[in-house]
Every structure is written in structure tokens, then in C-alpha cells.
């Protein structure tokens, strides 16, 4: 089954729910697409409007609506609250796991995303910038904070010494970032419910006002997914371009064309952060020692 991701941005619409399906009324006409199709909705117009049976319709076939400020950038988030048979007994072993289990997790994560983006690196700029090497120094609950070294390294080699990674800048890069990751984040958040696990219980990331702190730590290791998608926007409009409509399209072009290995198959991005949630409810209720890590 298709999925897909739909951006409502530019113009104005009104969304209906007809035989099970998302009806889009814009002025040149409707546009249905099955619910059951529907991975993410991405609202960033004042003028849409939808009735309540939309937004149920959405939660009960396990899609997500993200919507957007003025800016276009994510404000909020609604996901499934219900999502799995065994969500009872999948929360309670997520809620007792130790500290140690926790930090384990963190340490495979971190290593997973450093070489994730070592392999970026080598792919545009020709080598990896001592990442892999250091991926490989990563202990348990990365005690060393390898992930900040490398990410030092990372942002000045992908995208030159005067850049800067910062979530509040509005230049083209970090906005074309943040919106890649706004996305990412809702996939993993999505993945996670279905799953029958807490957003909001982490491993690594606790922060009392943070509803996704889970889904935080597990985006980790895709993040050079987006890093590379932006790469290859900026390739072809240039690193002027403001985040429209047509950088944005290219963008989730990009992410969705993202291919993982996973047990010796390619899966696409649904299917990675899928079997990663899955594997990580299997590690919670100690059937498993390892969540299931894509290569990038």
C-alpha cells in the first residue's frame, strides 16, 4: 500500500471525510485520498479548514496532522492515542525498563547515526572526516558525548565553516532542515503509537514539557536522510530559495525516494522507522537485545 504525505499550504481548502476517504475541496475541484493511505498531513494555511470527522478519521487509520505556524513551521502535532493490541503491557515494560537497557539503546543509536552521517559525507564530499572512526569510540549512554564531537565536524564539512546549525534561524538551509525534521518527527512519533509505546517516555531525551521526547531520540539515526534531501533541494534550486511550494515538493520527493537496508532488504522510510519502533517495543520487554538500526 502507498503512503503518502500531504502539504496543504498555498491555498485555501476545506477537508471532508466521504466513504472513508480524505476529501480535499480547493476551487479548481475535490481531490479524495484514502485514509488508510494517509501517512501525514501537513496543514501551514489559515484558510483550511476540517470537520471533526476528519480528525478522527486521521487518528483512527494511524496517520498524523502536523500543523504549521504563519512561518510554515511545525506549531503541533496530533497522533493516534491507541495503536496496538498490546499497548497495556508494551507501556508498562516501556516504563520499567533500567537505566542500563536505556543507555545501551543510546550508545547503538548514536553510533547508527554518526556512521549515517560518515556515509553522507563520504557520498558528497569524498571522505567521512574521522566519523566512522569515531562512531566506533561510542560507550554505553555515549558517556564521551561523541554526538556532539561529530556533529561539530559534520555541519562545517556538509555545509562549510561560517554555517551554522540553529533550530530559530530562518536562512534557507536551517528552514528547509527544520521542516525535513518536523516531518521525520512525526513519521517516528506515528511509528512509535502504532507500535504500542509512549511518545513521551525517552530513553535519552527528559524534558517535562516535551510530549515526544521518545520519538526524539529515535529520529536520531535518520537525520542524515533529511541532510541529504536538503542537499539535493539546494542542488537544484539553489541555497537562496525560501521554503515554497516547489523546494517543499522536492524535498519530500527526496525523503520519500530514501531507500534503507534492513535484514539484507530495502525498505523505504515507512517501513525503517516501522521495524525500528517495532524492535524497540522487543527490547523493552526484554525479547530482544538490539532495536533494528537501518544502513544509510
Given at each position: 500500500?502507498?503512503?503518502?504525505?500531504?502539504?496543504l499550504?498555498?491555498?485555501?481548502?476545506?477537508l471532508?471525510v466521504?466513504?472513508d476517504?480524505?476529501?480535499?475541496?480547493?476551487?479548481?475541484?475535490e481531490f479524495p485520498?484514502?485514509?488508510a493511505?494517509?501517512?501525514?498531513l501537513?496543514?501551514?494555511?489559515?484558510?483550511?479548514?476540517?470537520?471533526h470527522?476528519v480528525?478522527?478519521?486521521?487518528?483512527e487509520?494511524?496517520?498524523a496532522?502536523l500543523?504549521?505556524?504563519?512561518?510554515k513551521?511545525?506549531?503541533?502535532?496530533?497522533?493516534?492515542?491507541?495503536?496496538h493490541?498490546?499497548?497495556?503491557?508494551?507501556?508498562?515494560?516501556?516504563?520499567?525498563?533500567g537505566?542500563?537497557?536505556?543507555k545501551?539503546?543510546?550508545?547503538?543509536?548514536?553510533?547508527?547515526?554518526?556512521?549515517a552521517?560518515?556515509s553522507?559525507l563520504?557520498?558528497?564530499?569524498g571522505?567521512?572526516?574521522g566519523?566512522?572512526r569515531?562512531a566506533?569510540?561510542?560507550t554505553s549512554?555515549?558517556s564521551?558525548?561523541?554526538?556532539a564531537?561529530?556533529?561539530?565536524r559534520?555541519?562545517?564539512?556538509l555545509?562549510?565553516?561560517?554555517f551554522?546549525?540553529?533550530?530559530?534561524?530562518?536562512d534557507?538551509v536551517n528552514s528547509?532542515l527544520n521542516?525535513g525534521?518536523?516531518?521525520?518527527r512525526?513519521l517516528?512519533a506515528?511509528a512509535?503509537c502504532?507500535?504500542?509505546?509512549?511518545?513521551?517516555i525517552?530513553i535519552?531525551?527528559?524534558?517535562r514539557?516535551?510530549?515526544?521526547?521518545?520519538?526524539?531520540?529515535?529520529?536520531?539515526p535518520?537525520?542524515?536522510?533529511?541532510?541529504?534531501?536538503?542537499?539535493?533541494?539546494?542542488?537544484?534550486y539553489?541555497?537562496?530559495?525560501?521554503?515554497?511550494?516547489g523546494?517543499?515538493?522536492?524535498l519530500?520527493?527526496?525523503?520519500?525516494?530514501?531507500?534503507?537496508?534492513?535484514?539484507?532488504?530495502?525498505?523505504d522510510?515507512?517501513d525503517a522507522?516501522r521495524?525500528?519502533?517495532?524492535s524497540l517495543?522487543?527490547?523493552?520487554?526484554?525479547k530482544k537485545k538490539?532495536?533494528?538500526l537501518?544502513?544509510?
Amino acid at each position: 500500500m502507498q503512503e503518502r504525505i500531504i502539504d496543504l499550504s498555498e491555498t485555501p481548502a476545506a477537508l471532508s471525510v466521504r466513504y472513508d476517504q480524505l476529501v480535499i475541496k480547493r476551487e479548481e475541484g475535490e481531490f479524495p485520498t484514502p485514509l488508510a493511505e494517509l501517512a501525514v498531513l501537513i496543514v501551514a494555511n489559515r484558510a483550511v479548514n476540517y470537520t471533526h470527522s476528519v480528525l478522527v478519521g486521521i487518528c483512527e487509520n494511524g496517520a498524523a496532522l502536523l500543523i504549521c505556524n504563519e512561518k510554515k513551521m511545525p506549531a503541533g502535532m496530533i497522533i493516534p492515542y491507541a495503536g496496538h493490541f498490546m499497548q497495556t503491557s508494551r507501556l508498562a515494560a516501556q516504563i520499567k525498563t533500567g537505566r542500563a537497557t536505556q543507555k545501551r539503546i543510546w550508545q547503538q543509536i548514536i553510533k547508527a547515526k554518526i556512521n549515517a552521517q560518515a556515509s553522507l559525507l563520504k557520498e558528497v564530499k569524498g571522505e567521512d572526516w574521522g566519523l566512522t572512526r569515531m562512531a566506533e569510540q561510542v560507550t554505553s549512554g555515549d558517556s564521551f558525548n561523541f554526538e556532539a564531537q561529530a556533529s561539530r565536524r559534520y555541519w562545517s564539512a556538509l555545509f562549510g565553516d561560517k554555517f551554522r546549525r540553529l533550530p530559530e534561524a530562518s536562512d534557507s538551509v536551517n528552514s528547509m532542515l527544520n521542516y525535513g525534521y518536523a516531518v521525520l518527527r512525526s513519521l517516528v512519533a506515528r511509528a512509535i503509537c502504532a507500535s504500542g509505546l509512549h511518545p513521551s517516555i525517552g530513553i535519552h531525551h527528559h524534558n517535562r514539557y516535551d510530549q515526544f521526547c521518545l520519538a526524539d531520540d529515535m529520529m536520531e539515526p535518520f537525520r542524515p536522510t533529511i541532510d541529504r534531501a536538503v542537499i539535493n533541494t539546494i542542488g537544484f534550486y539553489g541555497d537562496t530559495t525560501g521554503l515554497d511550494r516547489g523546494s517543499k515538493y522536492l524535498l519530500l520527493e527526496e525523503i520519500f525516494k530514501s531507500k534503507f537496508a534492513i535484514n539484507g532488504e530495502t525498505r523505504d522510510i515507512f517501513d525503517a522507522v516501522r521495524f525500528m519502533a517495532s524492535s524497540l517495543a522487543d527490547v523493552f520487554a526484554q525479547k530482544k537485545k538490539k532495536i533494528i538500526l537501518p544502513e544509510i
